[in-house]
């Protein structure tokens, strides 16, 4: 059984930086596509980076390239994302999630991703 848990979410003023993490438990993310989503209230879930392939090439969010940073730590079975430079606008429960297979085309959709995990809340105060 997969179980995706992610850590790091809190209350953080805008300009500052948080880091979330994903552990996993019955998958090794080295092997699968994965990815970080976000959901703010009453909005659709929208991506906001990934390793579109198991072997580390990585996309991100128009809206959070520069600021933010997606990472994996393969001897902790962990992936990151290092947020900087936060905004108001940043403020959403984030989501990591895994696909079933080493390469996702489709990285944006969240359809494509098979393993969810219960999300983070992360809060940029103005």
């Known amino acids: 059984q997969v179980q995706l848990v992610e850590s790091g979410g809190g209350l953080v003023q805008a300009g500052g930086s948080l880091r979330l993490s994903c552990a996993a438990s019955?998958?090794?993310?080295?092997?699968?596509?994965v990815g970080w989503f976000r959901q703010a209230p009453g909005k659709e879930r929208e991506f906001v980076a990934a390793?579109?392939?198991?072997?580390?090439?990585?996309v991100y969010a128009g809206s959070v390239k520069g600021r933010f940073t997606i990472s994996r730590d393969d001897a902790k079975n962990t992936i990151s994302l290092q947020m900087s430079t936060l905004k108001p606008e940043d403020t959403a429960v984030y989501y990591c999630?895994?696909?079933?297979?080493?390469?996702?085309?489709?990285?944006?959709?969240?359809?494509?991703?098979?393993?969810w995990g219960q999300g983070t809340q992360v809060t940029v105060s103005s």
């Open positions: 999630a895994a696909d079933a297979t080493a390469y996702i085309g489709r990285y944006s959709s969240p359809d494509e991703y098979e393993y």
């Open positions: 019955g998958l090794i993310f080295s092997r699968h596509a």
């Open positions: 390793f579109t392939w198991s072997g580390g090439s990585t």
